[in-house]
């Protein structure tokens, strides 16, 4: 299928401007994807990311509407035109998976095979499954496979056709958090390898951080924000986009303090410094490993701005791909200016060698410590501890809608 | 409390026990009961008796052509009922359904002011000189009109059942909906398509009021293995049992396959 | 939508199962029957389907007991009593039937109290068939009882006194061996076949719809009804009486109003 003609770098790419009426919200979407490029569209469920995909691949015709791929005019509804899904030739991942329950793997990576000859259909989808590390199990049934080895199937069936777009829709929801890592690392080698657009949809921030070069946040049917994860992440446009980010997210009010600060008096108690400017109800974000944790002794538990040094147990500093943005570039003075809250622990998570801990402070907050440091501080569900983060870190946005979901 | 709740408890148990040993009971004597009073040595002459051999095979012949209309025009529109939403959907659904629970007299009846000599179609059909009725194509009408529900109903409740996503993967895979249905939907709804099949050619076997009425009852070209047994239970009750037993046969040959062939099958079929 | 769908579909499912049993508690026979309140009691009549004009017309004149009337072929009434099945009373279209079961100590001495006559009908409008001699044209389409049940030997006994040729083009018209009289009826009032052979009773039960075509006299069977009170009937004191009645007057009025002939 792929075309004969050497065409245009850009002719590659996927553009796609939707509209349509969903049942409680109206999609209006226009998108570019560059050939190797991948957006991520970020959202709650509801908000119609899996719609753009269904658009592009031809399996919901959009009220209005262009797509265009690879040359091709897939959609132009004012023309009439509607390219059936079966000659559109994307490479659709879908959520779960969606493999045929009633054929073996390497039936399901040949299914799409029509245009190889029968004799070669099998070892050219055995190859594939090879390539993905699930050669063993081209005759096993899907309902015989783990979680992963169907992602791995799913993915060979997706691109054994080698189509001109990939579609992603959370391609990794299904998988426990071991599986995770491994997979995303390979979805990754798949967007790298062919040099096709690709979308991928997901609710999960950091996901989409990883695997996309452009991330778009969809809320209610339409892009709200979109750019390089670390620049959304450091710069979030609202408090919902922050919530999205994995941002933790206070509510309160604003109003100018010394120094060129901004002094927030939260809802519920207690107060914070922020480098940012801004007046009246606000929204505050500040990502979970910009919080550090403080064991409480007798005089640690003032909620002033200011309070310095203390055994402290530093917090990552960065993820491996988010948390390096402009956050702490709020000025030399101000940057050295720390908030510390009196909270109270309410949970503890493990997420790989990292520890996300709950707290109550008035409003809930999410800290991401390591667990040796969890170990070190002796924290338990119920300990009082003091959080602390930098005023340079303490994001002041529109409070704004906070969003469905 | 814990002693009185255990007691009912046992109780309720008891009487579950006890309704299901009612129900087998009931359902199971009567079957029984054919082939206690049926010596093997009357069973084997009931066979023997070419009359019974004719009836057997016109039997076994009509369902099987009747069976191959429902399926080849009931798939296709159980499909539709299952995937497409459309004004007067509930109403198409209760008309089709509606022969479920019809009496096969009123069944006859109905067949006879359609299709029959002065029926509405059955005149022009006449003109034609294709009048169904008193000939074997009466006989496969009325065995598809009080059958077809039963796999109608089965086959849409299969295909309702079938994963929209399975079919959007066919088609970005380069399916069209043609191959979509025959690749995917098909073969994963076979279970409950099976199930259907097998209730309709049970319906259709054991069908009798209707064929009457409307296909009469003739030795080889319209006597089914029913009308037989009707026949023979005036004058000849073994052989009438003898038969009894070898249409009770095969429907339990016939349930039994679709059990084992049913195992294999991904999405059951919903049995009612 | 789709619930209420259901619950419409499987209350008529159980109202239509429910209709034949709510026919039932008629029959139970009240008791504290001492033979004085006889119209407490009632009886159980098997009879043959042509009889059902006539029965259900002296039935209801009939005081001694009420009676409950169950018609069906003769030959079927017949198996269901050799299979224990205990009316009252037995009315068969035959004698032969009836003498049968006497034979083998299921009823007592039968009473003929009846007769009819066999004839060939035909739809009242554009019937192929004018003469008994039309019947083994080409293309005539024939309606006759199984030999299982009397309409259906007598109808193989006319056919037996016909020359082989004869004979065979006839048979060789049948479309159809119904188990009862009604089948034939059906099939003629229906215009499914275009001559059936019946009785003259089952004749002037179809009103207008039906012409009669008479058998040729040396043809003509002896269709002779033969009745008897079952043994060990739970009523038989009332029984012989409803047989006496049938007999008499009443009945032999009622019969022949429907198209019977009277009493040999």
Redesign the interface.
């Known amino acids: 299928m792929t075309g004969a003609t050497p065409v245009d770098q850009d002719d590659r790419g996927l553009s796609v401007t939707a509209r349509h009426r969903l049942r409680d919200v109206a999609l209006d979407v226009a998108l570019d994807v560059a050939p190797g490029a991948c957006l991520a569209l970020v959202g709650p469920s509801g908000a119609g990311k899996s719609t753009v995909l269904r658009i592009v691949a031809g399996l919901l015709r959009p009220d209005e509407g262009v797509v265009r791929c690879a040359g091709e005019t897939w959609v132009a509804r004012d023309r009439g035109v509607a390219v059936p899904p079966e000659a559109r030739s994307c490479g659709y991942l879908f959520q779960d998976h969606a493999l045929f329950p009633h054929l073996s793997a390497w039936r399901n990576v040949a299914y799409g095979l029509r245009d190889v000859p029968r004799r070669e259909r099998r070892d050219l989808a055995i190859t594939t499954l090879e390539r993905f590390g699930v050669g063993r199990l081209a005759d096993a049934h899907p309902d015989r496979l783990s979680g992963g080895e169907r992602q791995r199937v799913a993915l060979a069936r997706a691109v054994v056709r080698r189509p001109r777009v990939l579609l992603l829709d959370e391609p990794l929801s299904a998988l426990d958090a071991t599986t995770r890592g491994r997979a995303t690392r390979e979805l990754a080698d798949v967007l790298r390898e062919h040099d096709v657009p690709a979308l991928l949809v997901t609710h999960d921030f950091v996901e989409a951080a990883t695997l996309a070069t452009t991330v778009a946040i969809i809320d209610r049917g339409r892009i709200v924000q979109r750019g390089a994860a670390t620049a959304i992440a450091a710069s979030p446009a609202t408090a919902f986009i922050a919530e999205m980010s994995g941002a933790v997210v206070l509510t309160g009010t604003a109003a100018p303090a010394d120094h060129g600060l901004t002094r927030i008096d939260l809802d519920g108690g207690g107060v914070l410094l922020s480098t940012d400017a801004g007046r009246g109800p606000v929204a505050v974000s500040v990502h979970p490993w910009e919080i550090t944790l403080h064991a409480v002794d007798g005089s640690g538990g003032g909620g002033v701005a200011g309070v310095e040094g203390g055994p402290g147990v530093e917090g990552r500093s960065g993820g491996s791909v988010v948390g390096d943005g402009p956050g702490g570039g709020g000025g030399p003075a101000a940057g050295s200016a720390r908030n510390a809250l009196p909270a109270t622990v309410t949970s503890l998570t493990t997420v790989g060698n990292r520890m996300r801990v709950g707290l109550l402070a008035g409003q809930p907050l999410t800290a991401e410590v390591t667990v040796d440091a969890v170990g070190r501080l002796g924290l338990a569900v119920g300990a009082p501890v003091t959080a602390a983060w930098k005023a340079s870190a303490t994001r002041v946005v529109s409070a704004g809608d906070p969003g469905v979901d | 409390m814990s002693a009185g709740a255990t007691a009912r408890r046992a109780a309720f148990v008891a009487a579950l026990v006890v309704a299901l040993t009612v129900v087998v009971a009931f359902l199971t004597f009567p079957v029984v009961a054919i082939f206690v009073r049926s010596s093997p040595g009357a069973l084997l002459d009931g066979l023997r008796d070419p009359s019974a051999q004719d009836a057997l095979r016109l039997s076994l012949v009509c369902t099987s052509i009747a069976a191959a209309i429902i399926v080849v025009v009931g798939t296709p529109a159980a499909w539709l009922l299952a995937t497409r939403r459309f004004r007067g959907r509930?109403v198409v659904?209760?008309l089709v359904?509606l022969p479920?629970?019809m009496?096969p007299a009123v069944a006859g009846i109905g067949l006879?002011a359609a299709f029959?000599?002065?029926g509405i179609v059955g005149r022009p059909l006449g003109d034609l000189g294709l009048q169904p009725?008193?000939t074997t194509a009466g006989v496969v009408t009325a065995l598809v009109f009080v059958a077809a529900p039963f796999y109608l109903r089965q086959a849409q409740a299969a295909f309702e059942a079938v994963?929209r996503?399975?079919l959007?993967?066919?088609?970005?895979?380069?399916?069209?909906e043609l191959?979509t249905w025959l690749?995917?939907a098909i073969?994963?709804a076979?279970g409950g398509l099976i199930t259907g099949l097998a209730l309709a050619w049970g319906r259709a076997l054991g069908e009798f009021g209707a064929t009457?009425?409307f296909?009469?009852?003739?030795?080889d070209?319209?006597?089914t293995a029913p009308?037989a047994i009707?026949?023979?239970?005036?004058?000849d009750?073994d052989g009438a049992l003898g038969l009894s037993a070898v249409l009770v046969s095969l429907s339990a040959a016939v349930l039994l396959t679709v059990r084992i062939v049913g195992r294999g099958a991904?999405v059951g079929g919903v049995r009612g | 939508m789709r619930t209420l769908r259901r619950t419409a579909l499987l209350t008529s499912i159980v109202a239509l199962a429910a209709a034949p049993l709510a026919g039932c508690g008629d029959d139970e026979p009240t008791s504290g029957e001492g033979g004085t309140t006889a119209t407490n009691v009632t009886l159980k009549v098997s009879a043959a389907t042509s009889l059902k004009t006539a029965m259900e017309d002296f039935g209801g004149g009939f005081t001694a007991a009420r009676s409950s009337f169950s018609f069906a072929g003769s030959d079927e009434l017949a198996a269901q009593i050799r299979q224990g099945v205990r009316p009252d009373v037995y009315a068969a279209a035959s004698t032969k039937l009836p003498d049968a079961l006497h034979a083998e100590g299921l009823l007592e001495e039968p009473v003929e109290f009846a007769t009819n006559s066999l004839i060939v009908a035909v739809p009242a409008k554009g019937s192929k068939v004018a003469t008994f001699d039309d019947l083994g044209d080409a293309g005539v389409k024939l309606a006759i009882g199984s030999d299982t049940v009397p309409v259906g030997s007598y109808t193989r006994t006319v056919l037996g006194r016909l020359p082989d040729a004869t004979r065979k083009a006839i048979e060789g018209n049948v479309r159809s061996e119904e188990p009862n009289v009604s089948g034939v009826v059906g099939k003629l009032t229906q215009g499914a076949v275009d001559a059936g052979f019946v009785y003259a009773s089952d004749v002037h039960a179809a009103g207008d719809a039906l012409r009669v075509v008479d058998i040729p006299d040396e043809l003509e069977p002896t269709v002779r009804y033969g009745a008897a009170v079952v043994k060990d009937a739970p009523h038989p004191e009332q029984a012989r009486a409803f047989l006496d009645a049938l007999k008499g007057p009443d009945g032999q009025f009622a019969l022949q109003a429907a198209g019977l002939g009277p009493k040999p």
Request: glycine share 8%.
């Open positions: 509930s659904i209760t359904e479920l629970v009496p006879l029959g000599p002065q009725v008193l994963d996503r399975w959007d993967a066919s088609r970005t895979l380069g399916a069209g191959r690749r995917v073969p994963v076979r009457l009425m296909a009469g009852s003739f030795r070209i319209t006597q009308l009707y026949e023979r239970f005036a004058t009750f991904v």
